[in-house]
């Protein structure tokens, strides 16, 4: 069984740097084609992705947010780590992460969509 | 960047084919998926790759894309599908999501 579960403060104060803890089972991100995602969701607002990353150690982000993320992991532990510096009332959400899958055809990855997500954590920022 | 735009509400009869669509350049192009999500719960997959569910997804639940748009539809809607659908697109390997759209059942 896939299962996947968010930890970190719920409280954190402006210009602050949170950290986000991402610990799953029944999977390793070793194997080809894994894949950790985080996305958050403001109350009453839609999802958000922030981050990505896969089997291999690359990493994705999100644009608008890149400056301000760093994604790692530790296969051993089976963890993935989002850091998110100089946090700002805005970023008050729900914070998930999620397993994706990929596969590569014709040398093209094919995305499998985020098939397994965590409960979430909510982080409040507030001074 | 990219944008992926959604109805922000629909509604629709128990019984009846609700039809969520959603928007963006070439979207036809990419793999679509969509995402269930009810009050206070963490979404669902429902269709990833346009139109492949998951397992455990009801078969009323089917999706398409073509062109700039792709959409969710659910056929014999009943009464638990009512929730917040999520399209989601890749671009450039960076995810993208739509607004959402809220679907009644009444």
């Known amino acids: 069984q896939v299962t996947l579960r968010e930890s970190g403060p719920a409280l954190v104060k402006p210009t602050q740097t949170v950290t986000l803890t991402c610990t799953f089972s029944g999977f390793s991100l070793s194997t080809f084609g894994m894949c950790i995602n985080w996305v958050r969701q403001p109350p009453g607002q839609a999802l958000e992705w922030l981050a990505l990353?896969?089997?291999?150690?690359?990493?994705f982000y999100n644009t608008s947010l890149k400056t301000r993320l760093t994604i790692s992991k530790d296969t051993s532990k089976n963890q993935v780590v989002l850091t998110m510096n100089n946090m700002d009332r805005v970023d008050t959400a729900t914070y998930f992460c999620?397993?994706?899958?990929?596969?590569?055809?014709?040398?093209?990855?094919?995305?499998?969509?985020?098939?397994?997500w965590g409960q979430g954590t909510t982080v409040t920022v507030s001074s | 960047s990219y944008e992926l735009t959604q109805p922000p509400s629909v509604s629709v009869s128990p019984g009846q084919t609700a039809n969520i669509t959603c928007s963006g350049d070439k979207l036809g192009d990419k793999y679509g998926c969509w995402y269930q999500q009810k009050p206070g719960q963490s979404p669902v997959l429902v269709i990833y790759?346009?139109?492949k569910r998951p397992s455990g997804i009801p078969e009323r639940f089917s999706g398409s894309s073509s062109g700039n748009t792709a959409t969710l539809t659910i056929r014999g809607t009943q009464a638990m599908d009512e929730g917040d659908y999520y399209c989601?697109?890749?671009?450039?390997?960076?995810?993208?999501f739509g607004g959402g759209t809220k679907l009644t059942v009444l």
């Open positions: 790759q346009d139109n």
């Open positions: 990353i896969d089997w291999d150690d690359d990493k």
């Open positions: 989601q697109a890749w671009d450039s390997s960076t995810a993208v």
């Open positions: 999620t397993r994706m899958r990929v596969s590569l055809v014709g040398g093209v990855f094919h995305y499998y969509g985020m098939d397994v």
